[in-house]
């Protein structure tokens, strides 16, 4: 456990002592409105000029208020007693008559840009500069979205929008991130993706999918103060997000996978904005479209600041590639979704399914400190629901070598059970579980899942197998092996790879399915390691295999 889960739960403690709510040490923020770009009515909206307003003064003072939006963030980052928003004036397109002067293009610069013949820089606070110019009919080539990301590091993975690469002039303290501006021109941009389009195996029957976990990212670089040389010594800190980043983009390159499962703790706790920081996170995903699915962990709804799960839900929704979606609303918690994965074209037949699982975050407990909420009943039964109907459905096609997986953040209990037969890793640290066990494992089990992969416990890294129950089955049969226990490893730089005096190299697990074989084959790849790790067959005939 890291010293910020400890402070974490002293917080707790100290909150349950004076009867106040622990939860609202972590109460998570709605979603902002986004900059607007369509009206109501579905006609493009523009931007015709833009200001930084300082302190709190209300848009109203504007002669023409009404066509005024604040973009609901503090340029400051709350980092300060000062508060400073951006402000943007709206008209739509079909409001505007050839002549009418409308933004062409956003720099930002302690001098004036340079102009061709007939054009002028208009300057703003902030080292913002307006390129205007009179409208012409032509809607694609004027500014129509602003929005504001902050960080030295931020990128903005959109379909459609520029990041303006200088910063936004405000004396700002040292530790508020930078703020820039991010612009669209024209009507939203399609995305590149076919969102309707089912993931494949390839020709071989081959499909890979890379598992990144616990990324713990910040808005701005961050900081990491444990990381080690190939020869397991220490190195001085350092900023930790370029290093997670370039870190995946290693991964994602010698792989190439199919698919990528984010198994939570994407964003660190008390994220100052949620956004930037989950930009971060999936731009080199989006940048080699790749497909990706995410879960939440504990950390990436925590704090004053942090959006909440359905905030960010609402934010990945945005984003080409993403396959993400909020389950239904009678299941407790938000990233609960399934994922169907077809064999090689032109099959109809799904070889694999892949069950994502919203585990939640910790919660006050007299039981065990820190103390995680369990999967809740109402997650058991839309497993089971989900599990059956699909089955049902598969009837058609008679395929016994169908596999079913299941990614999570926090590890079920089972993972901490003494006889849990460990391979293929290391468990470096106690298993951080929910102290109550409603059995989720047990339905996995009699559901046919034959894997479960997760995150949270950085430098657990091993596969583990529980053996066969007895009890319960007729005539002392022995019940069905599985399914296998897998940890991911930390991947990001900005949560913790050491435990006690022990530095540990980042790391990714990989799984390979075979629609051919029914086989599910899994490795790891590290840091500095050429070649890959602990290579270990899990199932094979669509079966579990025991232990080597």
């Given amino acids: 456990m890291s010293a910020v889960e400890l402070l974490s739960a002293l917080l707790f403690a100290v909150h349950a002592f004076l009867g106040l709510d622990p939860a609202l040490i972590f109460a998570p923020k709605e979603a902002l409105p986004p900059p607007a770009v369509m009206s109501s009515d579905g006609t493009l909206t523009v931007i015709t000029d833009l200001n930084i307003q300082f302190g709190s003064a209300p848009i109203d003072n504007y002669a023409d208020s009404?066509?005024?939006?604040?973009?609901?963030?503090?340029?400051?980052?709350?980092?300060?007693?000062?508060?400073?928003?951006?402000?943007?004036?709206?008209?739509?397109?079909?409001?505007?008559?050839?002549?009418?002067?409308?933004?062409?293009?956003?720099?930002?610069?302690?001098?004036?840009?340079?102009?061709?013949?007939?054009?002028?820089?208009?300057?703003?606070?902030?080292?913002?500069?307006?390129?205007?110019?009179?409208?012409?009919?032509?809607?694609?080539?004027?500014?129509?979205?602003?929005?504001?990301?902050?960080?030295?590091?931020?990128?903005?993975?959109?379909?459609?929008?520029?990041?303006?690469?200088?910063?936004?002039?405000?004396?700002?303290?040292?530790?508020?991130?930078?703020?820039?501006?991010?612009?669209?021109?024209?009507?939203?941009?399609?995305?590149?993706?076919?969102?309707?389009?089912?993931?494949?195996?390839?020709?071989?029957?081959?499909?890979?999918?890379?598992?990144?976990?616990?990324?713990?990212?910040?808005?701005?670089?961050?900081?990491?103060?444990?990381?080690?040389?190939?020869?397991?010594?220490?190195?001085?800190?350092?900023?930790?997000?370029?290093?997670?980043?370039?870190?995946?983009?290693?991964?994602?390159?010698?792989?190439?996978?199919?698919?990528?499962?984010?198994?939570?703790?994407?964003?660190?706790?008390?994220?100052?904005?949620?956004?930037?920081?989950?930009?971060?996170?999936?731009?080199?995903?989006?940048?080699?479209?790749?497909?990706?699915?995410?879960?939440?962990?504990?950390?990436?709804?925590?704090?004053?600041?942090?959006?909440?799960?359905?905030?960010?839900?609402?934010?990945?929704?945005?984003?080409?590639?993403?396959?993400?979606?909020?389950?239904?609303?009678?299941?407790?918690?938000?990233?609960?979704?399934?994922?169907?994965?077809?064999?090689?074209?032109?099959?109809?037949?799904p070889m694999a399914t892949l069950y994502l699982i919203d585990s939640h975050g910790q919660i006050p407990s007299e039981v065990h400190n820190p103390d995680y909420k369990p999967i809740q009943p109402s997650q058991i039964k839309w497993l089971i629901d989900t599990s059956r109907a699909l089955r049902k459905a598969r009837e058609k096609y008679k395929s016994s070598k169908h596999l079913s997986l299941a990614f999570q953040h926090i590890p079920l209990p089972e993972y901490a059970d003494s006889n849990l037969i460990t391979v293929g890793g290391h468990r470096r640290e106690p298993t951080e579980g929910p102290s109550v066990n409603t059995h989720f494992y047990d339905t996995l089990l009699e559901e046919g899942v034959v894997a479960v992969g997760c995150g949270h416990d950085h430098v657990n890294d091993f596969c583990g197998l529980l053996p066969r129950k007895q009890e319960d089955m007729p005539d002392g049969e022995a019940s069905q092996l599985g399914p296998w226990l897998c940890h991911g490893g930390g991947t990001g730089f900005g949560g913790y790879m050491s435990y006690g005096p022990h530095r540990y190299h980042r790391r990714s697990r990989i799984w390979e399915l075979d629609a051919i074989t029914g086989g599910i084959t899994t490795w790891k790849r590290v840091e500095y390691a050429s070649e890959r790790v602990d290579e270990l067959v899990l199932v094979a005939g669509g079966a579990v295999v025991a232990p080597p």
């Avoid at 009919?137 to 931020?154: E, H, K, R, W, Y």
């Fill in 66 to 349: 009404h066509k005024w939006h604040r973009i609901e963030k503090d340029l400051y980052l709350h980092t300060t007693y000062q508060q400073a928003w951006l402000e943007v004036e709206q008209k739509q397109v079909a409001d505007l008559t050839l002549g009418d002067l409308v933004i062409t293009a956003v720099r930002v610069d302690e001098q004036s840009p340079a102009s061709r013949a007939n054009e002028q820089w208009e300057s703003r606070p902030g080292n913002i500069w307006l390129l205007k110019k009179d409208y012409n009919g032509d809607a694609g080539a004027i500014v129509t979205s602003i929005d504001v990301l902050f960080g030295t590091d931020a990128v903005d993975p959109r379909p459609g929008w520029t990041l303006v690469y200088s910063p936004l002039a405000l004396n700002a303290p040292p530790e508020a991130p930078v703020a820039k501006i991010t612009v669209r021109h024209g009507r939203p941009a399609a995305r590149p993706d076919r969102p309707q389009t089912p993931l494949r195996a390839r020709v071989d029957g081959k499909f890979k999918i890379v598992q990144i976990s616990d990324t713990h990212m910040v808005t701005g670089p961050g900081v990491c103060k444990d990381a080690s040389d190939a020869n397991g010594q220490p190195l001085p800190e350092s900023e930790a997000d370029p290093l997670s980043v370039k870190f995946i983009r290693h991964v994602l390159d010698v792989e190439g996978p199919d698919l990528v499962v984010l198994t939570g703790d994407q964003l660190h706790h008390d994220i100052l904005d949620s956004q930037s920081t989950l930009f971060k996170v999936v731009a080199p995903l989006v940048e080699r479209s790749i497909p990706f699915a995410p879960v939440f962990g504990n950390h990436d709804d925590e704090g004053s600041y942090a959006l909440s799960r359905n905030a960010q839900m609402q934010i990945l929704d945005s984003l080409p590639f993403n396959l993400a979606r909020a389950g239904p609303a009678n299941t407790d918690g938000v990233s609960n979704y399934h994922i169907q994965i077809l064999g090689s074209a032109p099959s109809p037949v």
